[in-house]
């Protein structure tokens, strides 16, 4: 069973950066496709940030391209995003996908973001 381990959110203002990181502690397969979703303040559904396939394809969505970078390292079985040049859209909850995502012990607990004006 995967369990994740997040960190990195916090309260930040306008403009300001922060990084999350994601984790696998002890797991002895390693990840082969990783992802982090936003769940906005006030929404049920989570959207998709950034992925980062095991192939080296990676997406981001368009509300975040040239500001947030997704990167991963496969010996620490972890992941990263680097938020910059944030905004109060950018606030919510911020989780951590390993491989299946149809899985929910594929998800992490989630990380909050709170990005003031």
């Known amino acids: 069973q995967v369990q994740l381990v997040e960190s990195g959110g916090d309260v930040v203002q306008a403009g300001g950066s922060l990084r999350l990181s994601c984790a696998v502690p002890?797991?002895?397969?390693?990840?082969?496709?990783w992802a982090w979703f936003l769940q906005s303040p006030g929404k049920d559904d989570r959207e998709l940030v950034a992925?980062?396939?095991?192939?080296?394809?990676?997406r981001y969505a368009d509300s975040v391209k040239g500001r947030f970078a997704i990167s991963r390292d496969n010996e620490k079985n972890a992941v990263y995003l680097q938020m910059n040049a944030l905004t109060p859209e950018d606030s919510g909850i911020y989780y951590c996908?390993?491989?299946?995502?149809?899985?929910?012990?594929?998800w992490g607990p989630g990380t909050r973001v709170n990005v003031s004006s």
């Open positions: 002890g797991s002895s397969s390693g990840v082969k496709n």
């Open positions: 992925s980062f396939s095991s192939a080296g394809s990676i």
């Open positions: 996908v390993a491989d299946d995502r149809m899985r929910p012990e594929n």
